[in-house]
Structure formats: C-alpha cells, structure tokens
C-alpha cells in the first residue's frame, strides 16, 4: 500500500531553516506530482509547493516563494523541502502527498517557529 513517511520537523527560530524529508514506497513514485502541504489548526490546509514527476518543475505558494525549494530524488524514492527564512507563520505540521489531488498524504510532521 502507499506508504508516506515525513521527517526533520522540529523547532526552530525565526530566520532559520529546516529540510524536510518523505520517504514514499507502494507505488511508482517518478510516476506521479508531489506535493508538501501544511496545516496550522487556526488555518485550513495549504499546498506549499508542487513538483512534477521529473523533478523539473516546481510550483510554490506565494507565502514560501523564494524562501523554500522542494526538490525529489526518484532512485531513493525521497521527496525533500528546504525551508529557509523561517516565520513564525510558517508554523504547521507539514505533510507530503501525492498526485495532483494532494492524496493520500503521509502523517506529518511538526514544524514550530518560535523564539
């Protein structure tokens, strides 16, 4: 089955900076768009960034545009996001997901910007 497995989130401070990773297994993942999205529980869910199967093309929020950069490594199967500059708006758990539809998503993982 599709397995999506988020990591690096944690606590940082403003102007910082954090990658995040997803290993996915279950299914053939150069085949599909990948996406990171965010939720913070005062805000609804967020798409942050988009990439195509190739790893060519790359879409971003206009909130992250220029700070994060979401790259993919299609033989390890690894989706990846830079995060740098950190907000403290960027507080949320962020999550990969596949496909156009942004589903299934992995289980998240937290990120927390805070002094």
């Known amino acids: 089955q599709v397995q999506l497995v988020e990591s690096g989130g944690g606590l940082v401070q403003p102007g910082g900076s954090l990658r995040l990773s997803c290993a996915a297994s279950?299914?053939?993942?150069?085949?599909?768009?990948m996406n990171w999205v965010r939720q913070d529980p005062g805000k609804g869910l967020e798409r942050v960034s988009r990439?195509?199967?190739?790893?060519?093309?790359?879409l971003y929020a206009d909130s992250v545009k220029g700070r994060f950069t979401v790259s993919r490594d299609n033989g390890n199967n690894t989706l990846y996001l830079q995060m740098n500059n950190l907000r403290p708006e960027d507080t949320a758990v962020y999550f990969c997901a596949r496909g156009l539809e942004a589903s299934p998503r992995g289980q998240g993982t937290q990120v927390t910007v805070s002094t």
């Open positions: 990439i195509s199967p190739s790893g060519t093309r790359a």
């Open positions: 279950g299914f053939i993942f150069s085949n599909y768009y």
